[in-house]
């Protein structure tokens, strides 16, 4: 079963405007990752961070994990339309290796 | 960039035909390599788990002699689907990891299958 739970399940914004997603889960993890996913392909990884961060940046995306909450937020800032894709958290269990996928959001960026 | 290709991208059979496809890691040696399901406007869900050389790992639901996994090498992966049935249609996406302890998955461009 899936332990991630995203939300929204679809946000739809304008070009320019930021897009925040959050995800939460249940047990414990060595860490969290967000991949993105365009219609139809395979997954790319975007960011990982450790149970033992609070915040991370890649370029326009900012993630944060609360592991006191089981929660992590990916913020898109500056969105554009080709940002436009479904984007799943993944939790990595300290109870083994395997990744967990949350339902993911459909992210829609108005030109 | 580790880069992961699948084969074929897309296959249409008949009902209770068997599919193989093949998950290969391209510039990289991948001691694990995963196998999901993904149904139309779902998440991805853990099919099962190979390391090379050794049997597969099955989660649980899923048959392993439906789904038949052999991980020969550690560039290698493929996934047999017997006897397919119309049920069976999904997008079938493999991931390779690198090393033990890894926490960084490449994911390939999965295959879509379709069972008429």
């Known amino acids: 079963s899936q332990q991630g739970e995203e939300d929204p399940q679809a946000l739809s914004i304008q070009e320019g405007e930021n897009a925040t997603m959050n995800c939460s889960y249940k047990?414990?993890?060595?860490?969290l990752q967000w991949y993105r996913q365009n219609s139809g392909r395979g997954l790319v990884h975007l960011i990982l961070?450790?149970?033992?961060?609070r915040e991370k940046h890649s370029g326009r995306l900012r993630v944060t994990l609360d592991t006191s909450k089981k929660s992590s937020s990916l913020l898109i800032t500056a969105s554009r339309a080709a940002d436009t894709a479904s984007y799943f958290c993944?939790?990595?269990?300290?109870?083994?290796?395997?990744?967990?996928f949350g339902e993911g959001t459909q992210l829609t960026v108005n030109p | 960039g580790a880069v992961v290709s699948q084969h074929p991208s897309r296959v249409i059979c008949k009902s209770g035909t068997s599919v193989k496809i093949e998950c290969r890691s391209l510039?990289?040696?991948?001691?694990?390599m995963f196998w999901y399901r993904q149904f139309p406007k779902q998440s991805l869900m853990l099919m099962a788990t190979?390391?090379?050389?050794?049997?597969?790992?099955?989660e649980q639901g899923v048959e392993k002699d439906k789904f038949l996994i052999n991980h020969a090498s550690l560039t290698l992966s493929t996934l047999t689907v017997t006897s397919a049935h119309p049920e069976d249609s999904s997008f079938y996406i493999c991931?390779?990891?690198?090393?033990?302890?890894?926490?960084?998955?490449?994911f390939g461009p999965g295959t879509r299958l379709l069972v008429l």
């Open positions: 991931s390779a990891a690198v090393g033990v302890g890894q926490e960084t998955q490449y």
């Open positions: 047990t414990s993890i060595n860490n």
């Open positions: 961070i450790r149970s033992n961060e």
């Open positions: 993944a939790t990595d269990e300290t109870s083994g290796s395997r990744l967990t």
């Open positions: 510039d990289f040696q991948a001691t694990t």
């Open positions: 190979s390391n090379e050389g050794s049997k597969a790992t099955y």
